[in-house]
């Protein structure tokens, strides 16, 4: 465990969900978008990938479809989930191609970058609780 990773909590305030462990995703490859003194990006946003966000991401510089295996890097798919840095889910906000959030699985330090609004106007609904 690393000494400087932030408690994890969502942005709902509740405990943070894992993201996905297949592809393995969040900057400590711990399934959870935590984050961190060493997390520079905030890989905190936790989203469904899309082909539209997918090919936004790659024109914007950082190709997130193409595998990398010298990285452990299987390439994303959409319908992947995957642990995004929040200026970038901000910056596809903007242009309109953000992915869907999952809330239970953002970590609460997306709001220093990101308006709760906005991550709720983008949300994935949350599954009721069987009762």
């Avoid at 914007?60 to 994303?76: I, K, M, V």
């Avoid at 999952?102 to 949300?123: D, F, G, Q, W, Y």
């Amino acid at each position: 465990m690393h000494e400087t990773i932030e408690e994890s909590i969502n942005v709902l305030g509740g405990p943070l969900k894992p993201c996905a462990f297949d592809p393995i995703t969040g900057f400590y490859r711990n399934g959870c978008c935590d984050t961190g003194a060493e997390d520079r990006g905030a890989h905190t946003v936790c989203v469904r990938v899309t082909e539209e966000f997918l090919g936004f991401s790659r024109s914007r510089g950082n190709d997130l479809s193409t595998p990398r295996p010298e990285f452990g890097f299987p390439g994303l798919r959409p319908g992947d989930r995957w642990c995004l840095c929040a200026e970038r889910w901000k910056e596809a906000w903007k242009a309109g191609v953000a992915p869907k959030v999952i809330l239970t699985s953002t970590h609460r330090a997306t709001l220093r970058h990101v308006p709760m609004e906005a991550l709720l106007a983008n949300a994935m609904p949350i599954p009721a609780r069987n009762t």
